[in-house]
């Protein structure tokens, strides 16, 4: 069974896991020829061999043009996922994941989750990571996918809603019976949408599982840390024992 440890030293994004799986094998003509399957224009994709204390790995860049930012509501997100050239599995599991930041979302702010309407997660960037990200689990094979104990980072952040706290609302609403740790650092280690991630696609949460690791792969944040390589690992190989 080919199975997957998801090591989140340093937390988890998106466009972290998603080049951490084009960095473990995911071709990249075809996490391309996934993105240009959906609707969606006014953007540029960057993929480049980056270092975070000397440790190099891939980094997914999305530019989206000025113009391409809107604001989506769940109905429009359901839409554009469903006219790509994408399996039932991808299209499925990309849409649980929306639906469950819709649900948390509507939960924080008091109205039904038809009525949100994303900023942040629902730019392109974030539509492109979580489609290309379940479709890189399914492109990779992965029959099951183990995630660490996620680091929790402090401070405060802006946000289309003003200031939050860290971790945000919608990752602490996410994360729950998901086992965390204090990061002691200042810094959004979990966004919202690693965490949707992580919940929608990971059958279990903490140690490294048995198996014969075949492939390692690092996916490049986009900041330094002060105390740790901003990175996530994936290991990828054959689950042992039972």
């Known amino acids: ?9 340093s937390g988890i994004s998106g466009d972290m896991f998603l080049g951490a799986l084009l960095d473990g094998g995911l071709p990249l003509r075809d996490l391309k020829a996934c993105f240009e399957s959906l ?10 061999r980056a270092a975070r204390n000397r440790i190099f790995g891939t980094q997914l860049l999305i530019h989206v043009h000025e113009n391409a930012h809107q604001h989506r509501g769940i109905q429009e997100i359901q839409a554009i996922i469903a006219e790509g050239d994408l399996s039932d599995f991808v299209k499925t599991k990309s849409l649980k994941i929306f639906d469950m930041l819709a649900r948390v979302e509507g939960e924080i702010h008091g109205i039904p989750p038809e009525a949100v309407h994303f900023h942040e997660v629902g730019a392109v960037d974030s539509i492109l990571d979580i489609v290309g990200t ?3 689990t399914e492109r990779l094979g992965l029959d099951r996918i183990h995630v660490s104990p996620l680091p929790m980072g402090s401070g405060f952040a802006i946000s289309a809603h003003g200031t939050i706290p ?4 919608a990752t602490v609403a996410l994360l729950k019976g998901v086992p965390v740790l204090d990061a002691a650092i200042e810094h959004e280690t979990v966004t919202p949408t690693g965490a949707a991630l992580v919940r929608g696609l990971a059958h279990a949460f903490g140690p490294m ?14 900041k330094d840390l002060a105390d740790r390589p901003n990175l996530v690992r994936i290991l990828i190989g054959e689950a042992q024992g039972k």
């Open 1 to 9: 069974m080919k199975t997957a440890f998801l090591d989140c030293f």
């Open 39 to 48: 609707p969606l224009s006014g953007y540029d994709v960057e993929i480049r």
């Open 134 to 136: 379940v479709y890189g």
């Open 166 to 169: 860290l971790p945000a609302p």
């Open 209 to 222: 599982p048995p198996m014969t690791v075949e492939t390692v792969g690092y996916g490049v944040g986009s």
